[in-house]
């Protein structure tokens, strides 16, 4: 199994984990061969705190009856790195850079496993 | 080292196909007429071309195809993919092929009916970790400004004045398929797409196909039009995808920039004409502060103010741009074109005076890849 079908299965169990470099300590994503920092191919799964603050955001405008607008939002993890989500549980216009979230796994084994945020309990929305 | 490109090879001849909306026309055909034009510009043959560096949409096999169709059998072909930074850089490879002796005669080409056939733009399958969230083109572009607007103030206002500059020049190109009168109030007020980017922050879907004839500097003297020189050429990258672009107020423009500029041997101020491939408004505020003009964080008010619009101080995409010209699928080819034609002195009523020195500048993916060239007219050798 290469990493991203290791990182896929890890999912599929309820586990959030990502690659950690042995060598230069940094977190990766997504789930790679080798590090992309240092080149290292020492790396170890660890779970991660799935604590992240949004790094920027967009609302993006859909008809209403294909589902309606929805967000996309960058979400730097609290180990460092950065990843493409949806922020959810909350109008998309309202999330904001800055923002506290809590990872949160999506999906299922048809469509395959993804990470997605909601804001975290007791931050201020504004 | 790099020195040994500057003005080794002009660009000789330039053609545009008919574009905007060219219903019944294929990306072939379209292709085709490009480089009849072309040739016809610069008095050479078609069996004069011994080096193809092509991109064509929707086809796998670009340069065979272009092969084909214009039955050439060249001696160097490149197809490499950079999405529509793809041209610009294609500035660099024939340059290179040519200085070497691997060729004589560069086609570079592109073609597309990406709004007629309604076959969507830029090459792109889907990109994992982002497609599956329903991010598309402008998504990535829209989270760049808003990181913009958060570090720098910049505001939607200042992405309007791109807007409303490039429709100013637009109506100065009797080709331009958008003329419409645009102001920053109608920018402001239009539909949303991926805020905080508006349906005019977006470019155009037209019907389009460039081509451009490439020779030795000794060459281009001896052809009907005045060459346009290579001055400088760079190009780097940052990501494929926009969660792993380390910062995304800065674009490796500010690394293709200072090298396109140290092999021509200038610096920004010596430029006369700016030709930024202008994706979405916040593009053209980007390039501005990553080539130099001004600081990074400062491009909002110093575009403001119509300061690139007709009429002010710098000149940028002087042909109405990807925003209100032209944006067939890929842009990148026309930023030479129209930089070759106003270091002509042949732009008509949107000509800059006295042009001498321009920049021809090509952004690929989601801000991914930049590729930044300097091209000179007869004064600059």
Not at chain 2, 7 to 23: H, P, R, Y
Request: aromatic share 6%; glycine share 12%; charged share 20%.
């Amino acid at each position: 199994m290469g990493p991203e079908e290791q990182y896929q299965a890890h999912l599929a169990e309820g586990d959030i984990k990502l690659q950690r470099c042995d060598n230069c300590h940094a977190t990766i994503f997504y789930p790679r061969v080798l590090c992309p920092d240092c080149g290292s191919t020492d790396l170890e799964w660890q779970t991660i705190s799935g604590h992240g603050e949004v790094y920027s955001t967009t609302t993006t405008r859909r008809r209403p009856d294909r589902g309606g607008d929805f967000n996309i939002s960058l979400v730097e993890l609290s180990e460092g790195p950065r990843l493409l989500s949806h922020v959810e549980n909350i109008e998309p216009d309202r999330v904001e850079i800055g923002m506290k979230v809590q990872a949160r796994i999506s999906g299922g084994e048809e469509e395959g496993y993804r990470l997605v945020f909601d804001p975290m309990e007791g931050a201020d929305h504004g | 080292m790099g020195e040994s490109l500057r003005a080794q090879t002009a660009i000789a001849g330039i053609g545009l196909s008919e574009f905007g909306e060219v219903a019944g026309w294929s990306h072939l055909e379209l292709m085709a007429q490009s480089v009849v034009r072309a040739l016809d510009d610069c008095g050479l043959k078609k069996s004069d071309i011994d080096g193809v560096f092509a991109m064509i949409e929707p086809t796998s096999l670009p340069v065979p195809a272009v092969c084909e169709y214009l039955r050439l059998q060249p001696k160097v072909m490149e197809g490499t993919m950079l999405g529509g930074s793809s041209f610009v850089n294609f500035l660099q490879w024939a340059a290179l092929s040519i200085t070497a002796g691997l060729c004589e005669v560069a086609l570079i080409t592109y073609g597309s009916n990406a709004r007629s056939s309604k076959v969507r733009p830029g090459g792109f399958a889907a990109i994992p970790y982002e497609t599956e969230y329903g991010a598309r083109l402008v998504t990535s572009y829209a989270l760049a400004a808003a990181r913009h607007m958060h570090e720098y103030g910049t505001t939607r206002e200042h992405l309007a004045e791109v807007a409303v500059a490039a429709r100013g020049w637009a109506q100065k190109n009797p080709k331009a398929f958008v003329q419409d009168p645009l102001t920053i109030e109608d920018a402001l007020s239009a539909r949303m797409i991926s805020d905080p980017l508006g349906l005019n922050d977006c470019c155009l879907i037209t019907d389009g196909a460039g081509a451009v004839i490439m020779v030795s500097a000794e060459r281009a003297i001896n052809l009907p039009q005045q060459p346009t020189y290579l001055l400088g050429v760079a190009a780097e990258h940052s990501h494929q995808q926009i969660a792993q672009m380390a910062d995304l107020t800065v674009t490796a423009a500010a690394r293709s920039g200072p090298r396109a500029f140290e092999m021509a041997g200038i610096s920004p101020k010596d430029v006369d004409v700016l030709e930024l491939y202008d994706a979405f408004t916040i593009n053209t505020l980007l390039f501005l502060e990553d080539l130099g003009f001004c600081k990074k964080g400062e491009g909002g008010p110093f575009l403001s103010g119509g300061r690139i619009a007709p009429g002010g101080d710098l000149p940028v995409n002087t042909n109405g741009g990807g925003l209100s010209c032209m944006h067939p699928g890929m842009y990148g080819i026309f930023t030479i074109i129209e930089a070759v034609e106003q270091l002509r002195g042949a732009a008509g009523d949107r000509q800059v005076a006295n042009a001498n020195i321009a920049i021809a500048h090509g952004n690929g993916g989601t801000l991914s890849i930049q590729v930044t060239s300097v091209l000179g007219g007869p004064d600059t050798v």
